[in-house]
């Protein structure tokens, strides 16, 4: 089946230290992979979006990445601040149908 | 106007009542959804709405009764739900269905406790 999978549940780091969060994609090839931010009881806010032919692509402090020869985007917050703490959604649309699909997310806390 | 408003913030219902989730945007954007949250989750889709129409219903009880009276605004009709369908309900949007390229804008949620 298709699958879109962030393993790490919890990352935690310190203040000022660049965080690195995984997205890994299986039996499928997506044009585009989108990056969210969920903060508790909140909705998901839409951060980045690569496409399939872009190696990177820059937003301030955020940079995501995208290999297809290891089927895996990376999401990266330089300079990590505690307001950073939240939890950060991989997703894939999965179909014309517009199925937005989303990995389990990974809880990044940022320690001052 | 670059948001999603959704009300209720909270909603707490018996089993027995008859409630309803509203959404509101106006940022032009033809195609609506509601995700359902439970808690350490990822949301999950429920229904989808393309010019008005319902054009994906994810197996989802018909307890539950989606309805869009326009192109801005979409209502989640609730009624005889079940303990565990207490979850945030999240209401979203883009420009057009199966064409995210410029992401999905999410409303804040409401979230249903059923008591």
């Known amino acids: 089946s298709q699958k879109i999978e962030q393993n790490s549940e919890a990352l935690n780091i310190q203040e000022g230290k660049t965080a690195t969060l995984t997205c890994n994609y ?39 990445t995208f290999d297809t020869t290891l089927k895996q985007s990376l999401f990266h917050i330089t300079a990590s601040q505690p307001a950073d703490s939240a939890t950060y959604l991989c997703a894939r649309e999965g179909g014309s149908q517009g199925n937005l699909i989303f990995g389990k997310g990974t809880k990044l806390s940022v320690k001052p | 106007d670059t948001e999603v408003t959704q009300t209720p913030k909270h909603l707490v219902m018996g ?22 949250q439970k808690a350490k989750k990822p949301p999950e889709l429920m229904f989808v709405y393309s010019y008005e129409k319902l054009s994906i219903n ?34 979203a949007s883009s420009q057009l269905v199966g064409q995210g390229l410029y992401g999905y804008t999410f409303g804040s949620g409401t979230r249903l406790t059923v008591v």
């Open chain 2, 15 to 36: 089993m027995t009542n008859k409630k309803s989730l509203k959404c509101e945007q106006h940022m032009g954007h033809r195609a609506m959804y509601w995700y359902k």
């Open chain 2, 58 to 91: 994810e197996s989802v009880p018909s307890r539950f009764s989606p309805e869009c009276p326009n192109s801005s605004l979409l209502n989640l009709h609730l009624h005889a739900l079940q303990p565990e369908d207490s979850a945030l309900y999240l209401c």
């Open chain 1, 26 to 64: 299986t039996n499928y090839s997506p044009a585009y992979l989108q990056w969210y931010r969920q903060d508790p009881g909140r909705g998901p806010v839409f951060l980045l979006l690569i496409r399939e032919n872009e190696k990177e692509k820059r937003k301030e402090r955020l940079k995501v």
